[in-house]
C-alpha cells in the first residue's frame, strides 16, 4: 500500500472510495440517494480538481494494487492561528482495519504541520460513532458541535481537535501572548461548549493555580466576557456559551 499525493486521475477511485465509506459509516442515517447526491457533487472531476489546487490544499490518497482504497481531503486555513482542517478521511470498507486511516491521518498531519498549521481539526457526523472512536484513539479531543447542511438536510457534527507541538506531541498548555502584550497559558483540554466553538481556560501560570479567563476558539481572541449568570460571550466575534443557570432573556 502507497501512500501519494490526490492527482485529477483518481476522481473515479476517489469517488467509489467516498460513496464505499460513507454507506458503510452512514447508511443507517444517509438515504442511499442523498449519499449518491453528496459524492456527484463534492467529487466530481471539476470538484477534485479544485480541491488539488492550491498550496494550501492536503489531498493524500493511499494506492493498493493500482487502486485508491483511501483517502484524506484536508487544507491549511489562516485564522488567527493556523489550523489544519481535516475534512474528510475515508477508507473503503474492504480495507479498514489494516491502518489505512493511520497512515493518512499522520501523512496529512505531516504536511499541515509543516504548512504552519497549530492546530488540527477534523469533523465527524454525530451519527458515526466508530468514526468520533477514530479521532480519540488518535489522541484528539472532542471541543464542540456544530449542524451541517448535506443536500436539503441538516446534520450533527462533531468537532475533535488536536494540538502538537513541533514533534508531534499533544499540546495541552500553552504560551499565549494577549491583546495588550501580556501572558496567559491556554488550557487546550479545558474547553466550554459554546455556540461556535469552544472557549478554552487561561491561567497565569503553566502550572493551572491562577485562573484568568478564557480565549475563544473561533476568533482566537482574548475578550472574552462572563456575566453573574455565568454567560461567556466573545466580543470580538459573537461566539457565545449560554448561562450555567436557567435565564428566561438569553
Known sequence: MDL???TT??????RETARASLSTS??????????????????????VADSLTGED????????DGAVVGFVQSRFVERREPVGELDWLHVHPDHRGEGIGDDLLRRAETELLELGAERLEGRVLAANESGGEFYEREGFSEIGERTVE???????????ARF?????EQVLTEARVTDDDGQVYVAYDEAERAS???????????ERTDRVGYVCGNCGGFAVNVDTMDRVQCSECGNKRKASRWD???
Open 248 to 250: 428566561a432573556g438569553w
Open 26 to 47: 452512514y447508511g443507517h442515517a444517509l438515504s442511499a440517494d442523498l449519499i449518491d447526491d453528496a459524492v456527484e457533487s463534492w467529487y466530481d472531476a471539476e470538484a
Open 164 to 168: 502538537p507541538s513541533g514533534d508531534g
Open 9 to 14: 486521475e483518481d476522481v473515479d477511485g476517489i
Open 150 to 160: 448535506i443536500g436539503s438536510e441538516e446534520f450533527l457534527e462533531r468537532v475533535f
Open 57 to 64: 490544499a492536503v489531498f493524500v490518497v493511499a494506492v493498493d
Open 4 to 6: 501519494r499525493d490526490a
Open 196 to 206: 461556535v466553538a469552544p472557549f478554552y481556560a487561561t491561567y497565569a501560570d503553566r
